[in-house]
């Protein structure tokens, strides 16, 4: 996915922010961490974020509030002095060392349906899995629960987790998720169930690993498997 300049992103936000309240979202993401900034642009954020808030300003079904609590859950902008903007707390900074245990595939069974890599001119950043809708997906590895929503362009259903200061695991497409931000989360824990939400062509879990935001290939990291 080709990625613009931050510059422009955040200019694309100030243009669709045509009232008092999206004015102030795009003073948020103004104010993005260098952190929050390299997180956001990584998964094309800007662009995405862009659209649903011209989409849902349109529509008048979006809350301020909501926006703004998705930019803080995320990491792209600090918390706003005083009252956070909901009920959501934001995730907290892991400890140090990083996760040296073992990873563990996120279904116990299914067919991989698209690897890491170049597809169709662009680059996969996960792999895909076809399985059975509403069989469970489970936590790859021990982890807190950054993101549990459906506000991010394409990926439906989709659940983020951390499971230290680098690393990030994404399942997307769920049919529904069953945690929610800030759940502490073991190893093979149920944490959604397998769907087709977003962009999609059908029932499969979209599975990627990041390491200091970028994404690496699950299969270097997952045990050797029938999959």
Not at 15 to 20: H, M, T, Y
Not at 142 to 161: A, I, K
Request: charged content about 20%; hydrophobic content about 35%; aromatic content about 8%.
């Amino acid at each position: 996915m080709r990625r613009l300049p931050s510059r422009l992103l955040l200019l694309g936000l100030a243009l669709l922010a045509g009232c008092a309240e999206l004015q102030k979202v795009g003073r948020q993401a103004a104010r993005a961490t260098p952190q929050g900034r390299k997180y956001l642009s990584q998964f094309d954020y800007y662009a995405s974020i862009a659209k649903k808030l011209k989409k849902f300003h349109d529509s008048k079904t979006l809350d301020e509030s909501v926006i703004l609590d998705v930019l803080v859950v995320v990491g792209v902008v600090p918390p706003p002095k005083g009252a956070p903007p909901s009920k959501t707390p934001a995730p907290k900074p892991f400890p140090v060392p990083a996760y040296k245990g073992k990873w563990a595939w996120p279904l116990e069974a299914g067919v991989v349906s698209s690897e890491f890599g170049p597809r169709w001119g662009k680059k996969h950043n996960g792999i895909d899995i076809a399985a059975d809708r509403g069989v469970p997906i489970m936590a790859s590895a021990p982890g807190e629960v950054v993101y549990s929503g459906n506000q991010l362009t394409g990926y439906g259903n989709v659940v983020f987790v951390r499971h230290d200061q680098d690393t990030v695991t994404l399942y997307a497409h769920n049919d529904s998720n069953g945690v929610k931000v800030g759940d502490k989360v073991s190893q093979g824990q149920r944490i959604a169930k397998l769907g087709s939400t977003g962009h999609s062509t059908g029932p499969h879990i979209h599975f990627e690993m990041r390491v200091k935001s970028k994404a690496v290939n699950p299969r270097t990291l997952l045990p050797k498997s029938r999959f």
